[in-house]
């Protein structure tokens, strides 16, 4: 930030000790400034670090319910916890997988092949995601696709 002082020239109406005094003040009021602008951004990056945080937590709970819905069931409800729980964590591959498999059971399989491509996506190491979107892709028919799935995934 750029501190603001006045310049002054150094004659006959303002003493040398005056002049002086004023620079060492403004010196003094520049690093004031340059620390609050330090703590000001460390106030913010923590606060965006417990926001972040906090997502978490909220999207591992709406996670274990719509797990606990899904046993029970009430794979609508548990969709729409996982809905929810991905708008906090979009990158959850787990989330994308359930949401896949209860898609599956409710005989939805675009959308289910759509949710396991996404799981995939994002975590390609996950074997449950591969497993899932061949399951899917089966569901539709789609053996062609599942084969080639499966050679792929026999090369990594």
Known sequence: MASFGWKRKIGE????VTSQQFEAEAADEKDV?????GNWLHAIKRRKEILLEGCAEKSKQLKDEGASLAENKRYREAIQKWDEALQ???NDATLYEMKSQVLM???E?????HAAEMAVQRNPHSWES???LGRAQLG?????LCCQ???FYMKT
């Open 130 to 132: 591969w497993q899932t």
């Open 140 to 144: 539709l028919g789609e053996i062609i």
């Open 13 to 16: 109406k303002v003493s040398k």
């Open 109 to 113: 399989m675009f959308p289910a092949v």
């Open 149 to 151: 799935l499966l050679s």
């Open 33 to 37: 400034v340059d620390n609050d602008e």
């Open 105 to 107: 059971s409710l005989h």
């Open 88 to 90: 906090l964590t979009p």
